[in-house]
């Protein structure tokens, strides 16, 4: 029963996030919002929405599954999603991609690092997130503002959208079905992954880790699916930066003025960190003739399993051999 709540909330995932970019678009474009400025709401409300209402749902019932499903979902898109993407076809990373979006990207996790230390985010750590957000948001904007849409992933974003042309109307009742249906389905997907941790005798946060973090970034998957299989462009890798950046700061920060966050010392202990380290190698990995190939591809596939074989091992799905040195 628990697989089939989570797979009912990943269908209304998928619907709920296309209709809401179709709608928002349709809206911003009939009250001639500049094109810049639709690829970056576009952008906040496909990567935010699910998180968001599964961290709104799940502060005070399951905080350990919203949790995981924003810390999962970082490890998840920059790991297994955007390798797989380079897979298809290497992944183009423009310098303004990596650095600034990437660097942003540290700097936000972080500022979440510390943050959890405490155990707790609160209404003051929100308003400093969000204002992280705004900040992000100002420099993306000014940034790009004189950019074509080949060196903005906003724009190329937009441009892929330009067929959303429902009117005023029409965009407000797509948009509304959207936030309709990603709202049921983090229902589904909360209620399921607290019936499967019960099912398969393992902690709530490790489910979050997984099966929510697969969950809730279902959207981006599929835009960096997207991008790939379309041609060399800057959306596929920049939608997995951007995407986490707006997750860290505007999902985290808008929840914790409604309530504070509660943050397990299981991540706290070993999945923030290695979040905080992914975030500071693919830098790096990307800024390598400036895109992403695909054997860099599937050597994040490859750290992506070796996470996963290491939280199997911390929730005692099995035991690591042990290691004799003499």
Avoid at 43 to 55: D, I, N, T, Y
Avoid at 59 to 65: A, Q, Y
Avoid at 201 to 212: D, N, S
Avoid at 289 to 306: A, D, K, M, N, T
Wanted: hydrophobic share 55%; proline share 5%; charged share 10%.
């Amino acid at each position: 029963m628990s697989y089939w709540f989570i797979f009912f909330g990943c269908v209304l995932f998928a619907a709920g996030s296309y209709g809401l970019v179709r709608g928002l678009a349709s809206i911003a474009r009939t009250l001639g919002l500049p094109q810049l400025t639709i690829g970056l709401l576009v952008v906040a409300a496909a990567s935010a929405s699910p998180e968001l209402f599964v961290v709104l749902g799940g502060i005070r019932r399951s905080p350990d599954l919203a949790v995981g499903g924003i810390v999962g979902g970082v490890i998840l898109t920059l790991t297994f999603m955007i390798g797989f993407g380079a897979l298809i076809r290497p992944l183009a990373s423009p310098p303004k991609v990596v650095f600034r979006d990437c660097g942003a990207l540290l700097l936000v996790c972080a500022v979440y690092l510390v943050f959890a230390l405490n155990g707790t985010i609160g209404p003051v750590e929100g308003g400093f997130l969000l204002a992280l957000f705004v900040g992000y948001f100002a420099l993306a904007v000014y940034t790009d503002w004189r950019r074509v849409s080949a060196h903005s992933v906003a724009r190329e974003r937009a441009e892929m959208l330009e067929n959303s042309n429902l009117g005023l109307f029409g965009g407000l009742f797509v948009a509304a079905f959207g936030v309709v249906a990603v709202m049921l389905g983090a229902h589904f997907v909360l209620t399921g992954g607290t019936l499967l941790a019960r099912e398969q005798g393992v902690p709530e946060y490790a489910v979050g880790l997984t099966v929510v973090a697969l969950a809730v970034s279902l959207p981006e998957f599929l835009v960096i699916l997207h991008g790939a299989l379309r041609g060399p462009g800057t959306v596929a890798l920049g939608q997995a930066v951007v995407s986490n950046i707006f997750n860290l700061t505007l999902v985290l920060g808008v929840a914790a003025l409604f309530s504070p966050i509660r943050i397990g010392a299981e991540f706290v202990a070993a999945d923030n960190i290695v979040t905080l380290g992914i975030c500071a190698a693919v830098p790096p990995l990307v800024a390598m003739r400036w895109r992403l190939s695909r054997p860099r591809g599937f050597f994040l596939i490859l750290v992506y399993g070796i996470y996963l074989s290491l939280l199997a091992a911390r929730v005692g799905f099995w035991s690591l051999p042990p290691v004799k040195f003499w």
